[in-house]
Structures are given as structure tokens and as C-alpha cells.
């Protein structure tokens, strides 16, 4: 079974960090591209990253630039997305989805074919 899991969600302060781990079962990352999206209440699902199947190319929502990053590490199946100076309006679930090699439209959900279940992130003082 083809299954995305997210993790390290939680709370944090304005101004602190998380990182957020997109693993996957029964399927290789090697091939995919691995988008981030989130969604707070009453919003639709916004794209925030995405990283290419090798790595080489990445894409970032105008209010993530400079605060986010996207890696991955294909020996461990993981893409990972370090979030930093994080400000109350960051607050939402968030979610990885994998689409065949490239980000494209990586912003859009249709584009791509497999999603996780959501980490919720809660930034509050």
C-alpha cells in the first residue's frame, strides 16, 4: 500500500522552529516530486514547497521565501521541511503529496497523485 506520513508537527512560539518529515511506505521516493501544502480553518489548501525527484529544483510561496526550506534524503524515503521564524498566521495542517519527477504546477493539488493524512501546526504564544 502507497502511504505518505507526516510528522513533527506541534506547538511553537512566534518566532520558533519545526521540521516537518514527509516518510513513505510502500513506494520509493526516488521518482517523485514531494510537495508541502497547508490549510487552516476556513481556508483553501495552499501550496508551500516543493522539491524535485533529484533535488535539484525547488519552489517556495512568496510567504515561506527566506523562512522554509525544503530537502530530502532518498536513503532514508524522508523529504523534509525546515520551518523558521514562524509567525502565528503559519498555523495550519499541513500535508506532503508526491507527484511523477517534476513540481509541476506545484502549487496546484491536482497535480499531484498521492497525499498524507496532515500534521497540524499550531504557532501561539
Known amino acids: 500500500q502507497l502511504q505518505l506520513v507526516e510528522s513533527g508537527g506541534g506547538l511553537v512560539q512566534p518566532g520558533g522552529s519545526l521540521r516537518l518529515s514527509c516518510a513513505a511506505s510502500?513506494?520509493?521516493?526516488?521518482?517523485?516530486?514531494i510537495g508541502w501544502f497547508r490549510q487552516a480553518p476556513g481556508k483553501e489548501r495552499e501550496g508551500v514547497s516543493c522539491?524535485?525527484?533529484?533535488?535539484?529544483?525547488?519552489n517556495y510561496a512568496d510567504s515561506v521565501k527566506g523562512r522554509f526550506t525544503i530537502s530530502r534524503d532518498n536513503a532514508k524515503n524522508t523529504v523534509y521541511l525546515q520551518m523558521n521564524s514562524l509567525k502565528p498566521e503559519d498555523t495550519a495542517v499541513y500535508y506532503c503529496?508526491?507527484?511523477?519527477?517534476?513540481?509541476?504546477?506545484?502549487?496546484?493539488?491536482?497535480?499531484?497523485?498521492?497525499w498524507g493524512q496532515g500534521t497540524q501546526v499550531t504557532v501561539s504564544s
Open positions: 522539491i524535485s525527484s533529484s533535488g535539484g529544483s525547488t
Open positions: 503529496a508526491a507527484q511523477l519527477y517534476y513540481c509541476s504546477g506545484y502549487a496546484a493539488p491536482m497535480e499531484y497523485d498521492y
Open positions: 510502500g513506494f520509493t521516493l526516488d521518482y517523485y516530486a
